[in-house]
């Protein structure tokens, strides 16, 4: 149950956030944090069933990739649902916003598995929910926009109750949906395919139409069975990836994957990441080898494994956060002279244990191993700066 | 009329009963300077450009046929027009009503001519044309007995491109042209216009065998229409003409509002007497 909040004790801003289904979303102060507040009139029947439908689902959720309810407010004539405050905005804004930032393969991958995480706890409620309105404006970014959390329920459902009256976004509609109004779990499972693909063309679903903006054309094109174009995928996208939008966007909902399965799918092509993983030599006896991971708290590290001939290796490891990358520069420069350092005593004690090496041979050595080390820091200054390009640090 | 006042205090409107709800917001009989009013609370999130444009359209729109603006005012973080009191009630509800009114033919064409010459006044304004772009019987409110007839609710269309916020009750008026996501001109009101009309001889819903909206514009994009053979005998055949001409797939074909305006006028000369109503009495 949300729990009921004084009214007072919330300062609505001037700042208009945007009009969800249902009401307005504004701005507010409550408790020293910035939220969200949204606003139900209830004058207005249908508004008054709406809002109860929303804040009845948002209540029973508990997830970290779907929007938080702080608590409801009520001054008699409104009713107002605290949300928690995303300032970064919508994936939708990320990809046809006026900053036009890149984004790889794998971070596509990243949102598309933090929303099917989302979904499939959804699905897998008691009373489960289905959203209905799956598209990049109700995906709210978060952490330097490198993750998402789902909002605005207010056509959610459960999956025993259909709806009468067509609601959603024609573009990711269903065709189930759109011709016989029929709503299941699968719906969206399709609409999560369509947005799979738009994150993977950077295109608005449709736009290949001769009329992108006619209703009938979109109608028509999704009732005959037309599908999306695949050649405009990226050319980096996995295959697999291909196949999943393909699954979900099959015309026979018995056919696409639940939205359990895709999570764990996706989840496997996230581990894997060997696009991104690569094997750097810096000398003749020294290689570097980068990999990424998650750690359990769900971050993403950077691992830098260094190998080197007759020496142990080095392995160091690096959150790959915005902030850090200067940070990071440092750390890998004092690594490197403290790898130089130990260096030097495993030649030191190399030497101890032979007689047939000579002075001059230990100071080859000992100059070789700190040129190696100084080597290796500026390569993988370069490397992480390069990649924090890639990344956007 | 004079001109509207704009930043009308809160504190001299008494607010009555509500008389309706919309997708913007909610209509209220309310008094402001010792008159009866009709009260428009424009619901918070709605207030943007498309009702920045309907009062602009109405400060400038002088018509017998269409509702006058009086003020406007602000509460609440909602925005308030005070618009002219009309007492029949739509011409929907009148046409649709469970007793069944009586009219006659008189009646019907009246009512098509007196919703004609509102939108040609508002094609006709300089110097720019006003499309109403939403055009149906519930936007069309009776008075005096059923005599007069007053036009409202403009320049708040529900912009198509994005989502589906359009439901079936507007999309059954709407012209091919604006469901495919075309810009609306005038010619989109002359389609709406017919349509009602045939609602008005026919009393049936247009497209009731359609339930969804897929449905809706899967047939009206294909270029079905109303059938004429529901309409009330006795008809002349101008009328049926006249709706050919008006709800034509063909823009350019369509005949303008002003053609139609002057059509009207020459059939209701020819149609007799038109008494007042008794359903209003």
Request: hydrophobic share 35%.
């Amino acid at each position: 149950m949300v729990k009921q909040v004084d009214f007072a004790e919330v300062k609505l801003s001037e700042k208009f956030l945007g009009a969800g289904s249902g009401g307005a979303v504004r701005k507010a102060t409550f408790q020293n944090q910035e939220i969200a507040v949204k606003i139900f009139d209830f004058l207005e029947e249908t508004i008054k069933k709406n809002a109860e439908r929303e804040i009845t689902h948002l209540s029973e959720i508990d997830h970290e990739n779907v929007i938080r309810v702080i608590g409801r407010a009520s001054n008699g004539k409104k009713d107002y649902l605290l949300m928690e405050y995303l300032e970064e905005g919508s994936l939708h804004n990320y990809l046809y916003g006026d900053d036009k930032w890149e984004y790889t393969v794998e971070q596509a991958v990243r949102w598309a598995l933090q929303c099917a995480k989302a979904l499939a706890y959804l699905h897998s409620l008691d009373r489960p929910i289905v959203h209905r309105d799956i598209k990049p404006q109700n995906m709210l970014l978060y952490n330097q926009h490198e993750d998402l959390k789902i909002c605005d329920f207010g056509l959610a459902t459960d999956m025993s109750n259909n709806k009468t009256d067509m609601q959603g976004t024609l573009r990711y509609m269903a065709p189930e949906a759109i011709k016989h109004l029929k709503y299941t779990a699968k719906c969206d499972v399709y609409s999560f395919g369509i947005m799979l693909w738009e994150l993977m063309t950077r295109q608005l679903p449709y736009s290949h139409l001769e009329n992108p903006n006619s209703q009938y054309a979109i109608m028509k094109a999704i009732s005959s069975g037309e599908k999306l174009p695949m050649e405009a995928v990226r050319s980096d996208c996995p295959e697999g990836i291909k196949q999943l939008m393909e699954c979900c966007m099959d015309i026979n909902p018995e056919k696409r994957p639940s939205m359990k399965e895709i999570e764990k799918f996706l989840g496997e092509q996230y581990e894997s990441g060997t696009d991104e993983d690569f094997i750097k030599p810096l000398d003749e006896d020294t290689v570097a080898v980068v990999t990424y991971h998650v750690d359990s708290s769900g971050s993403r590290i950077m691992r830098v494994d260094f190998w080197r001939h007759q020496l142990p290796s080095i392995r160091m490891t690096f959150p790959i956060v915005k902030r850090e990358a200067e940070r990071l520069g440092k750390t890998v420069v004092r690594e490197m002279a403290k790898a130089a350092a130990d260096g030097d005593r495993e030649v030191r004690r190399a030497e101890k244990d032979t007689e047939r090496e000579t002075s001059r041979a230990a100071h080859n050595g000992e100059r070789e191993t700190r040129r190696a080390g100084q080597d290796v820091g500026r390569e993988t200054v370069r490397a992480v700066k390069k990649i924090g390009k890639k990344l956007r640090f | 009329m004079s001109a509207p006042v704009e930043g009308v205090p809160y504190e001299e409107i008494q607010t009555k009963e509500l008389i309706g709800t919309g997708f913007y917001g909610s209509v209220y009989r309310a008094v402001w300077r010792n008159r009866e009013i009709a009260l428009k609370r424009i619901r918070e999130g709605c207030e943007d450009k498309k009702i920045e444009r309907e009062i602009y359209q109405l400060t400038k729109a002088s018509h017998v046929n269409i509702v006058e603006l009086y003020g406007t005012s602000r509460h609440e973080g909602c925005a308030l027009l005070l618009m002219e009191f009309v007492d029949g009630g739509s011409l929907s509800s009148f046409l649709h009503a469970k007793s069944k009114p009586s009219y006659s033919h008189a009646h019907a064409f009246n009512w098509a001519h007196q919703i004609a010459q509102g939108i040609a006044y508002l094609h006709g304004m300089q110097p720019k044309a006003v499309i109403h772009r939403d055009i149906k019987p519930l936007n069309t409110l009776l008075c005096e007995k059923g005599l007069k007839l007053k036009i409202c609710d403009f320049g708040t269309v529900v912009d198509l491109s994005q989502s589906i916020s359009c439901n079936a009750g507007t999309c059954r008026y709407k012209a091919p042209e604006v469901l495919q996501g075309n810009k609306p001109d005038e010619k989109c009101d002359v389609y709406s216009w017919a349509i009602t009309f045939w609602e008005i001889l026919s009393r049936k819903e247009p497209f009731e065998q359609y339930n969804t909206l897929f449905e809706l514009y899967m047939a009206i994009n294909e270029g079905e229409r109303p059938d004429l053979s529901c309409i009330m005998s006795g008809c002349p055949a101008d009328i049926v003409a006249l709706l050919y001409a008006s709800w034509d797939p063909d823009i350019s074909k369509r005949f303008s509002m002003e053609l139609i305006s002057q059509s009207m006028g020459r059939i209701l000369s020819e149609a007799g007497s038109i008494p007042p109503l008794d359903f209003y009495s």
